[in-house]
């Protein structure tokens, strides 16, 4: 029979050491006879017909058995009946060829086969394909007669599969017969151990594999146990002993993991010290026997005795960073090699893609966390009416479960000093016994106060970057000023700014991580920054809450304003502007008495009419509106309470104090200051119900709690400031915005300035200027201070009066701190001496010591700066005498008093 090969591509023949390529169309032809047996390992002639041409570099090349004879075959199982032929030349092969390629030529034209692929194509249908019987062309061995052939002839089985069929193929072939005949087979090779269990086996024991694997990752959303339980299923996986997992925390260490390790170790990555120190640096895989140590890594394997083979494998991401090192130990038993390597590779790729998702689910449980915890912002902010404190506090413990922070502070920043000042400050997780969160005392939250720029908070706000320090003493920007106030150890911080419209209004501070790595994580970082998107939410709701809740305070004041006040009479008005403007010769006596007028005698309006004259006198009429100067002045008349003492006869004193001290230096001060010092003067004290700040702030007056300091006198400007707005009142009017906005600053400043716990720090201030000799009125600091200690000066005019009206006022005085002190007898409070009606026998020493503490260092300061006001100094210093003289007085009387009793 002949057997028929037909190919659609081109045939590559061997022989004596050349190549020849067959052209496209190829058939070639084995015929066999029967009565010749062919040895063992014998090779048939193979005749082809085509063209062939040499080819050095062809990929296809068919081995034929190297023999020390040449033997000629008549059929494919001829063997040794014809005499050893000497081989054919080069010549003899390329005319052979030529006459097979004629050959094929002509049979292609006479139909025998054709030249196209397609018929190429189906000719390959006539061979056995993959062990699947085929039908046979008329002629040609069928399957039955290869088998009985194969199974008779074993040794030729065994030549051929030895010579052409490789060893993976050998091993598959293994495996399914191992499944076929359902007995485990030990394979014959070296890689049974741990490849063949991977590589080599069938589809349901990989997936057996697999589901074995993947069962251990599941079910926890920890990184590290998921590392640790892919670690442990390789160790089985290549019969290791044992093994150690070091993951990477923090950037440059490698920190060795175990469950059952309560505080594990780190070390740097780098060479010279252990093999995953050194294995982490390369990012390689490395083999180790400890039986011969390496000077990458002379410690080799800390807690390793004995001889043991080492695989070190580094565990990467996808950008190549590093996350693990695994260390595979076998004490007993062969090295590690490629195959092992290959296991832990296979190993990695499914348990590397069940890490992803388990991280995955870790990250979503963790978004969720995070989203429950925003809800809870959100509905504190829009649900509870708390208190801005209150609010923070609560928002910020959230904030620490969060990131699992010891401590929390808010630094809000002060756009007037450039500092950041501590709204909530050191804030503990853990609740007191009545259920609130401590944190650190007031005195301690007021020393936290300092420029931005200093220390980490002052980096952040003055940045607006967020900083994650891991050891606060070795970052050379933190002040261990607070802990050593608060006792308390800082080491870990997590500092990241609040910004509003691009600009820095806060910075948060986390202290402290209370578990896991001890210092602040990435995923920290990111919650954080959610956190303080709503964190800024949070303060700008609070912000808007303290604004409606002062809103309504001021409703309060202005209806209990508009129920004691009326509006200025037409009737008055008119009066007034019939008069025409006051002319000098009208006024001489207020125009010449520079320091020493005082309205005695003289009714209300009699007192508007020589303001109006002082105003006309100083500023005249050209950008002024007469009529609304006198409506004006007659309403702040009417704005005054009739109180003893502060009220307008007051008032007009003050302004008549500083009409003085303008006249009498001409030029010192510009236009728009002088408008705002008199007009100031006029109305630092609207609307005073004759108690001082401290009384007012001790009842919980709804003006305590809209201005906390300086509280009467910021009502005062606010009355003032209610007045311009009022129709046909405003005399500033004609001003330009710019000259406005000037004339309204120096006039809050002027009458914030007549409240005397603001005297003492201005006079300091200036102090320390006169003393350096460095007072200059080209300086606007400078001339704001002294602005504001005219106004003081003025404040106190009584003092500088002659004696007469100094000693009346001063009763006017002691009345309505006598009426304050006998309302807080009424509430069961002791007034100090000052206001106490029965101490008022020693009124002489309290004016001594009152003259003495406050009214001469005034006038000694301010009269070096502008020794115009000298007049007011001396006229202190008599009345001063006068005091002293009713003290000395007093205290004989005393001494009677007590020798009679005794």
């Known amino acids: 029979m002949s057997l028929v090969v037909s190919a659609s591509d081109s045939v590559e023949v061997v022989q004596d050491g050349n190549k020849y390529r067959i052209g496209e169309s190829v058939q070639i032809v084995v015929s066999p006879l029967e009565d010749v047996d062919t040895p063992p390992g014998g090779v048939a002639d193979v005749s082809t017909t085509s063209t062939a041409k040499p080819n050095q570099n062809s990929s296809r090349q068919r081995k034929k058995k190297e023999s020390s004879e040449s033997v000629t075959a008549h059929n494919r199982f001829h063997y040794n009946c014809c005499s050893p032929k000497p081989s054919p030349s080069k010549e003899e092969i390329k005319a052979r060829s030529a006459q097979n390629a004629e050959r094929i030529r002509s049979k292609s034209r006479s139909g025998g086969l054709y030249g196209s692929r397609n018929d190429l194509r189906g000719s390959k249908s006539n061979l056995a394909v993959n062990g699947r019987k085929q039908e046979p062309e008329s002629g040609s061995m069928s399957w039955d007669q290869v088998k009985t052939y194969l199974t008779s002839n074993p040794d030729n089985l065994e030549d051929y599969i030895l010579d052409h069929i490789g060893l993976d193929t050998l091993e598959k072939w293994l495996q399914r017969k191992s499944k076929k005949l359902n007995k485990p087979v030990k394979s014959s090779t070296s890689r049974n151990s741990c490849l063949g269990k991977w590589k080599f086996s069938v589809e349901a024991d990989k997936r057996s594999m697999l589901t074995e694997l993947s069962q251990h990752l599941v079910g926890s959303s920890n990184k590290a146990l998921l590392m640790w339980e892919l670690a442990n299923c390789i160790s089985s996986a290549v019969d290791a002993d044992q093994f150690k997992l070091y993951l990477v925390y923090t950037e440059g260490e490698i920190t060795e993991f175990a469950p059952e390790i309560e505080k594990p170790t780190s070390q740097p990555i780098r060479s010279g010290t252990t093999l995953a120190a050194h294995c982490a640096k390369v990012k390689d895989v490395l083999k180790f026997s400890t039986a011969t140590p390496d000077p990458r890594y002379p410690k080799g394997v800390p807690g390793i005795k004995g001889a043991a083979k080492v695989l070190c494998y580094p565990v990467c991401s996808e950008n190549e960073e590093l996350e693990a090192v695994i260390e595979l130990v076998r004490s007993k038993g062969h090295t590690f090699n490629e195959d092992d390597i290959e ?516 006038y000694d300061l301010i009269t070096k700066c502008l020794p115009s006001m000298t007049p007011m100094m001396e006229g202190c210093k008599r009345n001063l005498e006068n005091w002293k003289e009713l003290k000395a007085e007093r205290e004989k009387e005393k001494e009677k008093e007590k020798e009679k009793s005794s």
């Open 343 to 858: 296991v832990v590779n296979s190993y990695l790729v499914w348990g590397g893609v069940s890490i992803h998702f388990a991280d995955i689910y870790s990250k979503v449980q963790h978004q969720k966390s995070v989203n429950d915890f925003l809800l809870s912002v959100v509905k504190s902010i829009f649900q509870e009416m708390i208190s801005m404190d209150t609010l923070i506090v609560q928002i910020m413990n959230q904030a620490q479960k969060l990131v699992d922070a010891d401590r929390a502070s808010l630094f809000l920043v002060d756009t007037k000093t450039n500092q950041l000042y501590a709204r909530i400050f050191d804030v503990s997780i853990e609740q007191t016994e009545d259920g609130e969160f401590s944190q650190a005392t007031k005195e301690i939250r007021d020393k936290a106060r300092f420029p931005i720029g200093k220390g980490i908070a002052g980096h952040v706000a003055q940045t607006g970057e967020t900083l994650n320090v891991a050891d606060a003493y070795k970052d050379d920007r933190f002040n261990p000023a607070i802990d050593e106030e608060t006792g308390y150890t800082t080491k870990s911080i997590l500092c990241m700014p609040i910004c509003i419209r691009g600009s820095v209004i806060g910075v948060l501070q986390m202290i402290n991580k209370k578990s896991g790595e001890e210092t602040f994580t990435t995923e920290d970082e990111e919650s954080f920054k959610t956190f303080a998107v709503y964190c800024g939410l949070a303060l700008h709701h609070a912000k808007l809450y303290d604004k409606i809740r002062r809103s309504e305070q001021k409703y309060k004041v202005a209806l209990e304003v508009l129920s004691y006040h009326n509006a200025a009479a037409m009737d008055e008005i008119e009066e007034v502007i019939n008069e025409g403007i006051p002319k000098i010769e009208d006024h001489e006596d207020i125009s010449t008495q520079i320091f020493t007028y005082y309205a005695t005698g003289l009714d209300d309006m009699a007192k508007v009419r020589k303001a109006l004259f002082m105003f006309v006198d100083l500023f005249g009429v050209e950008r002024f509106e007469y009529e609304t100067l006198v409506r004006f002045f007659i309403t702040v008349k009417k704005n005054y309470r009739a109180v003893a003492y502060h009220n307008w006869a007051h008032g007009f004193h003050v302004a008549n104090s500083i009409y003085s001290i303008l006249k009498a230096s001409p030029g010192i001060f510009r236009p728009l200051e002088c408008l705002a010092m008199f007009i100031g003067a006029l109305c630092h004290d609207l609307d005073h119900r004759g108690f001082n700040n401290k009384f007012m702030i001790d009842i919980g007056s709804p003006l305590a709690a809209i201005y906390s300091t300086s509280t009467m006198e910021h009502h005062h400007f606010n009355m003032t400031i209610n007045i311009l707005q009022q129709e046909h009142h405003n005399i500033f009017a004609r001003l330009n915005p710019e000259e406005y906005k000037q004339v309204l600053g120096n006039m809050k400043h002027c009458i914030l300035a007549t409240d005397l716990a603001l005297f003492f720090p201005n006079k300091a201030r200036l102090t320390n200027i006169v003393k350096e000799d460095s007072f200059s009125w080209d300086v606007p600091d400078h001339r704001l201070l002294a602005q504001a200690l005219c106004l003081t000066g003025s404040d106190l005019n009584s003092s500088t009066k002659p004696w007469e009206i100094q000693f009346r006022t001063s009763k006017i005085v002691y009345a309505e701190f006598h009426e304050q002190g006998d309302v807080e007898k009424q509430l069961g409070w002791k007034p100090i001496p000052l206001f106490d009606r029965d101490n008022y026998a020693e009124v002489a020493s309290m004016q001594v010591g009152f003259i003495m503490g406050i009214c001469l260092p005034c």
